[in-house]
C-alpha cells in the first residue's frame, strides 16, 4: 500500500512538472493579477539565475497552482496569507506591507524611527518649502493622511507594540517650526466609533470616499481659519452602499482573485458636484485641474499622491481653482507657481512616505 502510494505521488508530481513545462508561457508580458512585469526569457541557455527567475514567473498553470496552494494554506491549513509586498488580516482585512514603499511594517512595529540628523533635515526641507512659500505671499498647509494599519489595528496579525511613532516624531518638528500640520487621524478613530460603514476599504490600501470625506473635513476647518473672509460652501452629502468581490490592490499581490469590500460613494444631496466646479483636465496620475463656478473662492495647488485621488472631489469645492499634481515640489514647480500664483500650497503624503512629504 505504501509503495503504492508512493508511486501514485510521484506519478502526480511528474505530470504536473510536465505540463508546467509543455505549458511555458513563452508570449505574456505582464502578469495581471500581481500588477508587474513578468520575468523575461533569457538569452543565454548559460544565465542559471535569470531561467530561475524566468521559470517561477512562466511555468504552465502557474495561476490555477498558486490558487490552489493559497486555498490549502488558508482555507484548510488556516495559515496566514503573507509575502514581502502583503498579508491577509483577520476578519476578511488585507494589508499593505511592502518595505520598499514606504516600509507599512515598519510604521507599525515602530521600528523606524529617525535619529537627531535625520530629523534635522526634514525639518530644514519642510522650512524651507514653508519660507519660499511665505516669501511669495503664498499660504502653505502640509497633511499626512494616515496608514490603514492606524486606523483599524484590530484586524493586523500582530500587536503593536507601546512607544512613540515616526509621525509624532514628524508632528512634534512642525510644531516645533510653527508649520500647520493635518493628521487626522484621531478625527477618523472617533468617526470610526460611530459610523457602521468602514473609512478604508478591507482590500485596498487607501480610504475609501467615506475616510477621505471625513479627513477633508479636517482639512476645511483649516482652511476655513486661513481665509476667514471667504464664503466657502456647506454641501450635504448622501450616501450610496454596494459590495465588491473583485475590488482593491492588494488581493492581487497575494494572488487572491476573490475578496469582498464595502464599496461607498457620497455625492450632494441637492445638485451635482457639476454645481460647484468643472474638471478642465482629469488625467491622474498626470495632473488634474478643476475650475470653480465661485470665482472669489481661494486657488490652490496640491502636491500630493494616490490619497488625494479620493479626496480630489470634495477638496475641489473650496477653490475657483485647484491643480493636482501627483508628485513632491519641484524648481520648476516654483516657477510655474510664480506665474500663475496661488493663495495656497498643500503638500500632502500617505504616513509611510511622510518623511519626504516636503522633497523626495
Not at 509621525?167 to 470610526?192: A, H, M, R, W
Not at 470653480?292 to 490652490?300: E, M, R, W
Amino acid at each position: 500500500m505504501k509503495k503504492f502510494i508512493h508511486i501514485s505521488f510521484c506519478t502526480v508530481i511528474g505530470i504536473a512538472l510536465a505540463l508546467s513545462i509543455v505549458n511555458f508561457n513563452r508570449q505574456g508580458n505582464v502578469l495581471s493579477t500581481e500588477k508587474r512585469s513578468i520575468a523575461p526569457i533569457p538569452k543565454h541557455i548559460t544565465d542559471f539565475k535569470d531561467w530561475d527567475t524566468c521559470f517561477n514567473d512562466r511555468f504552465g498553470y502557474r495561476e490555477q497552482l498558486i490558487n490552489i496552494a493559497n486555498f490549502i494554506d488558508y482555507d484548510i491549513l488556516h495559515k496566514t496569507i503573507k509575502n514581502s509586498k502583503a498579508f491577509k488580516g483577520k476578519d476578511g482585512w488585507f494589508f499593505y506591507i511592502n518595505a520598499a514603499d514606504g516600509n507599512n511594517q515598519g510604521d507599525y512595529s515602530k521600528t523606524n524611527l529617525l535619529n537627531e540628523d535625520e530629523l534635522a533635515k526634514f525639518k530644514a526641507e519642510i522650512q524651507e518649502n514653508a519660507k519660499w512659500c511665505s516669501d511669495n505671499g503664498i499660504k502653505c498647509l502640509f497633511v499626512i493622511c494616515p496608514n490603514k494599519h492606524n486606523v483599524y489595528p484590530e484586524y493586523h496579525i500582530l500587536d503593536r507594540p507601546e512607544g512613540i511613532t515616526r509621525t509624532e516624531q514628524l508632528l512634534s518638528v512642525f510644531n516645533e517650526s510653527g508649520i500647520k500640520c493635518i493628521y487626522p487621524l484621531d478625527y477618523l478613530l472617533e468617526k470610526k466609533k460611530t459610523d457602521t460603514i468602514p473609512l478604508y476599504y478591507e482590500t485596498d490600501t487607501h480610504w475609501n470616499d467615506l475616510g477621505a470625506y471625513y479627513a477633508f473635513e479636517a482639512i476645511k476647518e483649516e482652511i476655513v481659519k486661513m481665509f476667514p473672509d471667504k464664503n466657502f460652501p456647506n454641501i450635504e452629502y448622501k450616501r450610496k452602499v454596494s459590495y465588491s468581490e473583485t475590488a482593491g490592490d492588494i488581493p492581487p499581490m497575494l494572488n487572491i482573485k476573490e475578496a469582498k469590500s464595502t464599496r461607498i460613494s457620497l455625492s450632494p444631496i441637492k445638485g451635482s458636484f457639476k454645481d460647484y466646479y468643472v474638471y478642465t483636465k482629469n488625467e491622474e496620475r498626470d495632473g488634474v485641474i478643476s475650475k470653480g463656478k465661485n470665482k472669489n473662492l481661494p486657488k490652490v495647488v496640491i502636491f500630493r499622491d494616490s490619497f488625494f485621488t479620493a479626496m480630489t472631489k470634495y477638496l475641489s469645492t473650496l477653490f475657483s481653482n485647484a491643480e493636482y499634481n501627483w508628485r513632491r515640489i519641484t524648481d520648476d514647480d516654483k516657477k510655474s507657481i510664480l506665474a500663475n500664483k496661488p493663495d495656497l500650497i498643500i503638500f500632502e503624503s500617505v504616513e509611510r512616505n511622510a518623511v519626504t512629504i516636503a522633497k523626495e
